[in-house]
């Protein structure tokens, strides 16, 4: 089963003035198909190493399902993280979270955007939640296929890679993450750490 380009949930221009809408045509409709595109091929490819037996370029195409798979996943939440409606602050179990792991919702915020503006390079700041133990970590990954940390699930996902911000925001990529914290779809976040 191929994977597909999922399409926004609100209209390209939805997200303005906070991520504009050039930007959101090219970073859904040209950056995201990429990777769908790129993790059907790796995938095509992987499945015709095991049928032919031949696992000779095996590393080549795990590495490229990584890298597409990582952006196409990554994405589809990031899309789905954001809404017009958003900002403001999480309520129930996920905000007790928040609290009991940073210690105020205001201490997130702050680590969350320290660490999305240190990120090395292109990449993702991410706010996760351990599946063993329940608990939330703010996470980093350089590029994004380098997130291997098996048992933890992105639930805020925000892209810090420069074609997310460029062209609105240069090379201030903290008032970029300011303007994604205004449209955070909250209610998306917590269906997400409630969810198993
Ligand atoms: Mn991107």
Redesign the pocket.
């Given at each position: 089963m191929a994977h597909e380009l999922p399409p926004l949930p609100y209209a390209y221009d939805a997200l303005e003035p906070h991520i504009d809408e050039q930007t959101m045509r090219l970073?859904h409709d040209k950056?995201?198909l990429a990777y769908v595109n790129g993790l059907n091929t790796a995938e095509a490819k992987l499945a015709e190493a095991r049928e032919k037996k031949d696992f000779s370029l095996v590393k080549h195409w795990e590495r490229e399902a990584a890298f597409h798979g990582a952006?196409h996943f990554l994405?589809t939440i990031?899309w789905e993280n954001m809404t017009p409606q958003g900002g403001g602050s999480p309520r129930g179990a996920l905000a007790d979270a928040i609290t009991s792991r940073f210690g105020s919702f205001e201490s997130f915020i702050a680590q969350f955007k320290a660490a999305g503006t240190a990120v090395e390079g292109s990449g993702w700041v991410l706010l996760v939640k351990n599946v063993m133990t329940n608990t939330l970590d703010i996470l980093t990954a350089e590029k994004h296929q380098d997130l291997s940390q098996w048992v933890t699930l992105p639930i805020l996902c925000c892209?810090v890679?420069e074609?997310?911000y460029y062209l609105k925001y240069q090379n201030n990529r903290a008032a970029y993450i300011d303007g994604f914290i205004q449209v955070i779809n909250w209610a998306d976040v917590e269906r997400r750490f409630a969810a198993r």
């Amino acid at each position: 089963m191929a994977h597909e380009l999922p399409p926004l949930p609100y209209a390209y221009d939805a997200l303005e003035p906070h991520i504009d809408e050039q930007t959101m045509r090219l970073h859904h409709d040209k950056h995201h198909l990429a990777y769908v595109n790129g993790l059907n091929t790796a995938e095509a490819k992987l499945a015709e190493a095991r049928e032919k037996k031949d696992f000779s370029l095996v590393k080549h195409w795990e590495r490229e399902a990584a890298f597409h798979g990582a952006g196409h996943f990554l994405h589809t939440i990031f899309w789905e993280n954001m809404t017009p409606q958003g900002g403001g602050s999480p309520r129930g179990a996920l905000a007790d979270a928040i609290t009991s792991r940073f210690g105020s919702f205001e201490s997130f915020i702050a680590q969350f955007k320290a660490a999305g503006t240190a990120v090395e390079g292109s990449g993702w700041v991410l706010l996760v939640k351990n599946v063993m133990t329940n608990t939330l970590d703010i996470l980093t990954a350089e590029k994004h296929q380098d997130l291997s940390q098996w048992v933890t699930l992105p639930i805020l996902c925000c892209d810090v890679w420069e074609h997310a911000y460029y062209l609105k925001y240069q090379n201030n990529r903290a008032a970029y993450i300011d303007g994604f914290i205004q449209v955070i779809n909250w209610a998306d976040v917590e269906r997400r750490f409630a969810a198993r």
